[in-house]
C-alpha cells in the first residue's frame, strides 16, 4: 500500500464493485494512497468495498446518490469536498454505465432520456465539477494544479449498430463532451481521456449472462484472449493518469486479442 495521500480520487458507477469501478478504486488507493469518494447508488456491496480498502490501509468514503441526475453530481461534491477539506482532487472517472439494446422503432421517450440523462446531463456536470476542482487555486505547490478525468465509452460511441440507436446516441454524446472538455482544459492542466471498451468486461454477472454464446465454447470467457477483465482496464487508467502533458491520450481503444472490430 502506498503512502496515504490528499489526493482524492472519484469514480462514479460501481454496480456490485466488481467491475471496472471497483478495480479503479481498489487500484488507485494500493498505488498511489489516494482517498477513494465512491459515488453510486444505495449499494451494500459499495459499502463493503470501502472497508476493504479501509482493511488494506487505505481511506475512502461512500457518497450515495438516489438517482444520476445535474443536482446529485453537483452535490455529490459538495459532500466530497466537506467531508475531506484539506484533500484535492486529483482524478475523476466516469464509469456510470446506461446501457440498452431496443430495436429502433421500439424506442420510447423514456429510453432516450434515460440515455442523455446518464451519459450527457449527469456526466455534464460530474466533469464541470472535476474540472472546477483541478483547475481551483492550490495553496500548495504548482504541481496540485491540474488533474485527470477519464470516462469509460463503448464501441456505439463510435458508430450506431442494429438495436444500439439508444445507447449509441448516449455515448456518441459522451465522446463530444470529452473532445470538447480536453480542447477547452487541457492548456490549464486538465488531461480527458475517453476510453473505448470494445468487448466484454468478464464479471460473475457477464459470466453467466454470455457463458451460453450460440457458437462459442462454454469456456470461452475464461480465455483472455476472448474478454476484458476488470483490473487490466483499471491499470490502463492508472497508466493514463500518469502520463505527462507531453504526450496526453486523448482516446484510448481496449479489445481483448480475439475481438472482431
Known amino acids: 500500500m502506498a503512502p496515504s ?16 469501478g471497483g478495480s479503479v478504486a ?3 488507493a494500493r498505488e498511489l494512497g489516494y482517498r477513494v469518494a465512491l459515488i453510486s447508488r444505495p449499494r451494500k456491496e459499495v459499502h463493503d468495498l470501502k472497508d476493504e480498502i479501509a482493511k488494506g490501509g487505505g481511506v475512502a468514503e ?3 446518490v438516489e438517482e444520476y441526475s445535474y443536482q446529485s453530481m453537483n452535490k455529490v461534491f459538495e459532500d466530497i469536498k466537506k467531508h475531506w477539506p484539506d484533500g484535492r482532487l486529483k482524478c475523476a472517472v466516469w464509469n456510470t454505465s446506461q446501457w440498452s439494446r431496443i430495436p429502433f422503432l421500439d424506442i420510447t421517450e423514456k429510453d432516450i432520456t434515460a440515455s442523455a440523462t446518464i451519459n450527457i446531463i449527469s456526466a455534464t456536470a460530474f466533469s464541470q465539477a472535476a474540472v472546477r476542482a483541478f483547475t481551483s487555486p492550490s495553496p500548495g505547490s504548482d504541481a496540485d494544479q491540474g488533474g485527470t478525468l477519464i470516462m469509460t465509452g463503448a464501441t456505439s460511441a463510435t458508430r450506431g449498430h442494429t438495436h444500439f440507436g439508444a445507447f449509441a446516441a448516449g455515448k456518441h454524446g459522451l465522446r463530444a463532451l470529452s473532445q470538447s472538455i480536453a480542447r477547452e482544459y487541457g492548456p490549464q492542466g486538465v488531461h480527458v481521456a475517453f476510453v473505448i471498451i470494445d468487448g466484454t468486461i468478464l464479471t460473475r454477472i457477464t459470466a453467466r449472462m454470455f457463458s451460453s454464446v450460440e457458437g462459442k465454447d462454454p469456456n470461452w470467457m475464461q480465455d483472455e484472449r476472448q474478454r476484458l477483465s476488470p483490473d487490466s482496464i ?3 487508467y492508472l497508466y493514463l493518469h500518469q502520463q505527462t502533458p507531453d504526450a496526453w491520450t486523448l482516446e484510448m481503444d481496449l479489445r481483448p486479442a480475439k475481438e472482431k472490430f
Open 5 to 20: 495521500s490528499n489526493y482524492i480520487l472519484a469514480v462514479s458507477g460501481l454496480g456490485n464493485v466488481v467491475g471496472t
Open 26 to 28: 481498489r487500484l488507485f
Open 62 to 64: 461512500v457518497f450515495s
Open 234 to 236: 483499471a491499470r490502463a
